[in-house]
């Protein structure tokens, strides 16, 4: 049967409304009318109910439709109970229905004077002070949580960069915060809907009575008192009825606009706010100053106050108690038993640093190197195009007291020694004099470098050098490290949540892309071999086009790879030269190519070796020829045949790692491009 319930919650609403069309269109008997009005109470109740139990306003997110049902459903009540009461008024009290008869003779005494005082005291409650107050706190709320909407998306955003935040808990916040906006939005408006009612009841009252003054003596004979007598009384029972629930879902639309966020629900809010003895003990002390007063009432306050100072002293005895200790059960260790976060480490990158340097990782003290790699990270990840993953730094007793080590899938990458009281002085090549300090080498360039004391920061800087502090040394040593093993940082993981991104922009393309033809596993090896090669993952639906494409011929991830560099040829050298700068390039003398492209086609297990000696003669000239453009800081490429690329990539990938190597594919035809060395033949390789 469990299986029918989700059909019929969605058709229960359009046959609710239809229900609400016939009952303000078709004359109903007051039998029903009075199952109606009681239906009316109990959904009021219940309201109330889920406004008092709601913890926090987004809890009920369905209040503001529930009150407009709500509303409407009363309406329709209104108009049908008006048609019985002008049709059979004449006929008695009970002519409408035993509710509104109850209404208006237990309720009101059976005095219609009585009742159109009590009518307008409930009206004055509800439409005055419950409803103009809450329309204006949902009015301002609305106003302050959509001026709030960007910044808190902007907060999400830095926790998801920051890695304090999951992808999926970063979707559930923004998901938490339009809707709120959307809630107090639709409050707003739904404000008007219960200032509305209460306006439509004082008219129906008018109608009615008017109505019943008219339709007594003309069309049923009777005299003015008693027309008045019995279509006010009626009028006034039906404008009870309908008030009563009217006023119950104003005061639940107060409490859920003027609630605030709290692990409670209402109740316990308050009970917590006024559980406290110093609140009871001034209001104990105030009522029995009054209690003495000549001419107070004597009996009524000062039972009033011992109750307060009783309740004041029994709270004092609460707050008195020692808190609960709890006291924990010893855990029986097996001593053979070895768990699994004994061995393993969730973290992919780490951060060991010894002793020495844990200044620099303290908040406390004003520690720069937090804050650092969380802008590394971020600024990588947006060159890369995949977010990286989030680095810890932990102090290890075996590393020295000044040193670090970056450690990378369990692999250090990286390590050396920072002084955290001095400030590093980078030799670029424009400083003039020598400074007085510890000399060493930069960790991530290579650079001369000096270890000075921060006071000499200045004037170094004067004698043009470059001042850092130890935090951006070891920040940049991460960049650096980080943006050369990116391919490492890359997994399954990070793949599945780059084809999600796309998958909002261009389903298709990811529906062609995977799991048919390619599974998840060979498209991350695609994508770590561009990664590995210094292709970022920004322009992520170029490269899943070329992929797509690409993977119609073969799905191999070494032939995938070598086959999608052509169509990314313009992604590559964007890097190395301008638009109007022709691309620097370097070749290979035609018969050491030819002698290669030999090599590898004889090379039927793919190992893409070159014989030792000439590949060593080859590092030798391309090391000698690349040297005038290296001082010089200018990029250039090394530009071969497609069939030995992957080999030459390997051989220069020891002296040379940022040097790309192209195939002839790669370089679009409208590029210009610059020849600057052609590396000879093998007989005019330097022995």
Known sequence: MGRFLPGARASALPVAILLLVLVMMVPIPKQLLDVFFITNIAISLAVLMVALNARKPLDFSSFPTVLLF?????????????????????????????????????????????????????????????????????????????DALPGKQMAIDADLNAGLLTPDEAKARRIEVSTEADFY??????????????????????ANII???????????????????????????????????????????????????????????????FGASRTWTPVAVILGLLGVLPGMPHFVILPAAAIAGF??????????????????????????????????????????????????????????????????????????????????????????PYSYRIVINGVCVGEDQVSPDDMLALDTGQAVGSLMGKTVKDPTFGLDATWIAKGDADAATGMGFLVVDPGTV?????????????????????VQSLLDGLKDRAGHLVASLTPQPLPLTTLTQVLKGLLAEGIALKEFRRIASAIAVAAQRTQDAEDLLELIRPALGALIIQKLCGVREP??????????????????????????????????????ALQRAAQPLVAEAKPFALVVQPAIRVAIR??????????????????????????????????????
């Open 211 to 273: 109505g019943g003054l008219i339709l007594g003596p003309l069309s049923h004979g009777m005299s003015i008192g008693d027309a008045a007598r019995t279509y006010v009384l009626l009028a006034i029972g039906d404008a009870l009825v309908a008030q009563l629930p009217s006023l119950m879902l104003s005061i639940a639309a107060a409490m859920i606009v003027t609630r605030v966020a709290s692990t409670h629900d209402l109740a316990g809010q308050i009970g917590t706010q």
């Open 474 to 494: 070891i920040a940049t040593h991460l960049n650096h490290l980080l943006g050369s093993h990116a391919a490492d940082l890359l997994g399954p993981d990070e």
């Open 311 to 400: 309740a004041a002293w029994k709270l004092r005895q609460i707050e008195r108690r020692p808190a609960p200790v709890e006291v924990a059960v010893a855990e029986v260790v097996d001593p053979s038993r070895i768990g699994w976060d004994e061995v393993t480490d969730a973290q992919q990158v780490n951060i060991d640093i010894g002793y020495g340097l844990v200044p620099l990782v303290d908040e406390r003290r004003g520690g720069p190197l937090m804050g650092r790699i969380t802008g590394v990270r971020r600024q990588l990840s947006k060159e890369l195009g995949f977010v990286v993953p989030q680095a810890r730094v932990r102090d290890d007793i075996n590393v020295g």
């Open 650 to 687: 390997k051989l220069v990938r020891t002296c040379l790692p940022d040097t790309p190597v192209l195939s002839f594919f790669e370089v679009p035809e409208e590029k210009q491009v610059e020849v600057v060395a052609v590396i000879g033949a093998p007989g005019a390789l330097p022995a």
């Open 70 to 146: 709500a509303t409407l459903f009363r309406l329709g009540l209104n108009v049908a109970s008006t048609r019985v009461v002008l049709v059979h008024g004449h006929e008695g009290e009970a002519a409408a229905g035993h509710v509104i008869e109850a209404f208006g003779t237990f309720l009101i005494g059976g005095d219609y004077v009585v009742g159109i005082f009590v009518f307008a005291i409930l009206m004055i409650i509800n439409l005055i002070v419950v409803t103009k107050g809450a329309g204006r706190v949902s009015e301002v709320s609305a106003r302050f949580t959509l």
């Open 583 to 620: 691309l620097r390039v370097m070749t290979l003398e035609g018969q050491l190519e030819g002698l290669l492209g030999q090599a590898m086609r004889a090379d039927t297990q793919r190992r893409h070796v070159i014989e030792p000696d000439l590949g060593r003669r080859i590092v030798d």
């Open 185 to 206: 939005g639709a409050m707003d408006g739904s404000s008007k809907f219960v200032k509305g009612d209460a306006i439509a009841a004082l008219l129906i009252l008018a």
